[in-house]
């Protein structure tokens, strides 16, 4: 069986170091491994309308922005196939079919679901395509035959759904459908990097990002404002690393040749956080240390985006190349789809034939 990735984002804006640690780093090292026969990289601007219908414009134009950090992360369109959602209408065909396989009890149980409702404030009304995205998400894997999706810690539940719409859909039908598996970030902490103010995630509605794209006395504004233990007031206090976004953050980027290049003072992270604990250093040094361990990820991934960003035209190619591809593939999966259902009435030259021979009689 080939082995198959599908994986992607939401066009709500520009992707942040966040994204970066917990998916786009794996992505390209999963590309460049030459153990996977296909990688499909989609931009879910359809999903990402399920809670943004009032305001397209933001999809619409956070579209490039989003295929500018793919390439100037190292996404490379030779090596993966990536395309927009909505150029690929078999998804919404595959979506329909689906819906028959799962209750709506089934659907409020999703733990990401109701997270996700009540983050958005979508209690009292919940917009259907938001509501079925699982569903939706599911019509994503299964078009391209998908068997492994690299995905966070919060996003099993959904996975899940997926696995029982495939399991549902062959028992009824007939086998016609992959069932994925998960595949998570090996680093715990890169599976939901905090925001810079200690919030639970980093979020750009909550303005709490550094994002891939930004200049480095943006980075460095950010980095400098970072929460940390609000009890180490004065340099000589015991600090706290458990909570410590900046820590947290050293965990996710730091390695141990850094110290040499940045703080040779130290020799590991290790000794670092010793001595913060005991008392007797600072947050601002341990804060422009990480300062310079970011730059040097996050500098060269702006150079290459702002080479792309020269060739706008050359980039909706790419896309469009890519969405011609991936509709090719799903065109493949809803064939053998409607096949199993039995829909596909006008291929089905034994059922022509069957039905000829009854009115002839």
């Known amino acids: 069986m080939a082995k198959i990735i599908l994986t992607g984002d939401r066009p709500t804006g520009r ?11 794996e992505r390209v090292r999963l590309q460049n491994s030459g153990e996977y026969d296909k990688v499909f990289i989609m931009i879910a601007d359809a999903q990402a309308l399920t809670d943004n219908a009032d305001n397209p414009e933001k999809v619409r134009q956070n579209i490039i922005e989003v295929a500018l950090d793919y390439l100037a992360c190292g996404l490379d369109p030779e090596k993966s196939v990536i395309f927009i959602q909505s150029q690929i209408p078999q998804l919404y065909e595959l979506t329909a079919y689906y819906m028959n396989l799962v ?29 079925t995205y699982p569903i939706s998400q599911a019509a994503d894997i299964t078009a391209f035959q998908a068997n492994t ?45 905090p925001g810079i103010d200690g919030k639970a995630k980093m979020s750009k509605s909550l303005d709490n990002c550094i994002y891939l794209s930004e200049t480095a006395d943006e980075i460095k504004k950010k980095v400098m404002n970072m929460y940390t233990d609000p009890d180490h007031i004065r340099v000589a206090d015991p600090g706290k690393i458990e909570g410590n976004t ?41 804060k422009k240390f990480l300062y310079a361990v970011l730059l040097e990820y996050l500098k060269p991934i702006r150079a290459r985006r702002t080479e792309f960003e020269k060739d706008i035209p050359a980039v909706y190619k790419m896309l469009e190349d890519g969405s011609r591809k991936a509709e090719a593939v799903a065109a493949q999966t809803l064939a053998a789809v409607k096949g199993a259902m039995r829909i596909n009435y006008f291929s089905d030259v034994n059922l022509i034939n069957e039905q000829a021979k009854r009115f002839k009689k």
């Open 15 to 25: 992707l942040h170091i966040g994204h970066y640690v917990g998916s786009l780093r």
């Open 103 to 131: 209750t709506v009890s089934r659907l409020q149980r999703n733990p990401t679901v109701k997270a996700e409702i009540q983050a958005r404030d979508f209690e009292a009304s919940i917009p259907v395509g938001f509501f």
């Open 149 to 193: 999706v690299p995905v966070g810690e919060d996003q099993m539940p959904m996975i899940e759904q997926t696995r029982e719409i495939v399991r549902k859909f062959n028992m009824t039908y007939g086998e016609a459908l992959t069932e994925p598996d998960i595949l998570l970030p090996s680093n715990e902490v890169c599976q939901r990097l």
């Open 246 to 286: 900046v820590f947290t953050y050293l965990d996710a980027f730091c390695r141990k040749e850094h110290f040499g290049r940045y703080l040779p003072d130290y020799s590991s992270l290790d000794e670092l956080k010793e001595h913060y604990q005991r008392g007797g250093l600072g947050d601002v040094k341990v």
